[in-house]
């Protein structure tokens, strides 16, 4: 009979708790800076300029067909034998993360404005706008509208992700729960009040995302014509 | 010619190797409506596209009241993108499929090019596009968004979003083809209306009615060149050309009323 006993958990939550906090910094940051490069990394990529379009589509496709845990590595070890910078776990691991997502958002971004229909461009074209004030005004605020629902997958995909910044010893909500079930011998408690407090914070994150869809699908105005 | 609003000077315009427009020739006068007609693909749409350069000319020029668009660089045409897109907010027009932007009300439709294009303050932005709405008999629609409107309504707010811009000369390319036959009244009395104020208008239209009792001219295109035009009632009584008879005879809806 397996004896559980949450005392010795309880009483480093502190620790976890802070492990929790680097998570969602992490996530956060990586987000931040994720989005507006995926942005730009999918309007090269849609460019015409070949010049832009084709290393656009070479950076996207490589940071989401290379394995995350790979990059990391790279980041974290290889890139300060290439150039002289010295590498936290911290940066390397907002570095990766911030590339990889942007490169999912860059496809996200891509279908949305591609799903856009193109009267919606010669509309914005016949009243005077050039591409800039289209984009910007007329396609953008009614793709990103539909990207909603891809943006809140990606970005649990991200959280979940990072649980492998423990492996370059940033002190996340995993690399802490590695720390405290070694301490504390007690793996089982540790990892399972971990796997509750991942939940906790995904699920909560995906109720709030799908009561946005709910209100979008609601408002009727995010149908074309 | 002082009172040409429009001048279209030798127009080719081919897409690969299919040749579309094969040289046209035209003068819209200042508050002069002109009706094309041609068959299905005889490049009415491409004519229309070409005069407000979302479709670039192959050859020829096109002047707006004198002034040659573009740069004459030894005989071609340069265009630069900036002076296309002032261009176009003097160049009105209206789509078949309407094209209202979804995510904004009838109000900020009507707003958004004065806004973000012209740089007019909102105050008078909002002024301008009441007074169109009104225009086009919408007035209580302002605050709908265009899902919430029928087509015939969509339609006349698509011609207020374009008015508002104080256009020269207003382009309708089949606006009445994708709606269902009640609403095409309403939409096709706001252009007479249009009309009677002395717009300068193009308007591409299978209504032959509309053509008959408001225009003052008539186009038949085909095969991307002028093969007719005339005084309307003149022209569709008796068509100089078979084809022109044929096309006619093609659209056995319309009755002349003699
Ligand atoms: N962007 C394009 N690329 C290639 N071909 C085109 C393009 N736009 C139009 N065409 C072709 O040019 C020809 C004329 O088209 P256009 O749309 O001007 O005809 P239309 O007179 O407006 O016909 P409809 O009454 O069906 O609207 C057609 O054969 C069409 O397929
Ligand atoms: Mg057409």
Redesign the interface.
């Known amino acids: 009979m397996v004896e559980w006993n949450f005392l010795a958990v309880l009483a480093d939550a502190d620790l976890l708790l802070q492990g929790l906090v680097n998570t969602l910094k992490v996530t956060f940051l990586a987000l931040l800076f994720g989005i507006p490069l995926g942005l730009v990394l999918s309007l090269c990529r849609l460019a015409r300029a070949r010049f832009l379009s084709m290393p656009a589509a070479f950076i996207v496709e490589f940071f989401r067909t290379t394995p995350p845990l790979v990059q990391l590595f790279w980041f974290f070890f290889a890139l300060p034998i290439l150039i002289d910078v010295r590498m936290t776990p911290y940066i390397a691991a907002i570095v990766t993360f911030s590339i990889q997502s942007a490169a999912f958002f860059a496809e996200i971004f891509r279908g949305g404005i591609q799903s856009i229909d193109r ?2 461009w ?10 800039w ?1 289209s984009l910007r ?2 396609i953008l ?2 793709a990103v ?1 539909r990207m909603i629902p891809a943006f809140m997958e990606r970005s649990i995909e991200l959280l979940k992700t990072t649980t492998l910044v423990s492996t370059v010893a940033y002190t996340d909500l995993m690399f802490q729960a590695n720390d405290l079930a070694q301490k504390t011998f007690r793996p089982l408690e540790v990892y399972t009040v971990v796997a509750v407090m991942y939940f906790v914070v995904i699920f909560v994150f995906s109720q709030l995302s799908i009561r946005v869809e709910y209100r979008l699908a609601r408002s ?6 | 010619m002082t009172d040409s609003v429009i001048r279209i000077e030798n127009l080719h315009k081919s897409f690969g190797s299919l040749e579309v427009l094969g040289g046209i020739d035209l003068d819209v006068r200042a508050g002069e409506t002109v009706t094309v007609l041609g068959s299905s693909g005889s490049g009415k749409s491409t004519l229309l596209r070409c005069i ?1 350069f ?1 479709e670039m000319p192959s050859e020829g020029r096109i002047y707006l009241h004198g002034d040659l668009i573009g740069t004459d660089e030894g005989g071609s045409v340069r265009y630069s ?2 002076e296309l ?2 261009i ?2 003097r160049i ?2 209206v ?1 078949q ?7 904004m009300t009838v109000l900020k439709n009507v707003m ?2 004065q806004v ?3 740089g007019r303050r909102a105050g008078a932005a909002e002024a301008k596009a009441r007074e169109q709405l009104e225009r086009v008999g919408l007035s209580d629609k302002a605050d709908e ?4 409107l029928s087509g015939g309504q ?1 339609q006349r707010v ?1 011609i207020a ?2 008015l508002a ?1 104080d256009p020269d000369v207003m382009l309708f390319d089949e606006v009445t083809s994708a709606l269902d036959p009640e609403l095409v009244g309403e939409v096709l009395r706001t252009i007479r209306q249009l009309a009677d104020d002395g717009m300068t208008m193009l308007v591409v239209t299978h209504e032959l009615g509309f053509a008959y009792h408001v225009a003052n001219r008539v186009l038949f295109i085909s095969d991307g060149r002028i093969l007719e035009q005339g005084e309307p009632r003149q022209i569709l009584r008796e068509p100089a050309t078979r084809r022109m008879q044929e096309f006619l005879d093609g659209h056995a809806q319309f009755r002349l009323p003699f």
């Not at chain 1, 009727?220 to 014509?225: A, F, I, K, M, Y």
């Not at chain 2, 968004?145 to 919430?148: G, H, L, S, T, V």
């Open positions: 009267g919606q010669e509309g914005a074209q016949a009243i005077g706008m050039n591409h004030q005004r007329i605020p009614q509208k009727g105005e995010s149908t074309v014509r | 407000n979302m993108e900036s897109c002032r176009r907010t009105g027009m789509f499929h309407f094209n209202l932007f979804p995510h958004e090019g973000t294009v012209l968004y265009p899902a919430r969509k698509a979003r374009a811009m």
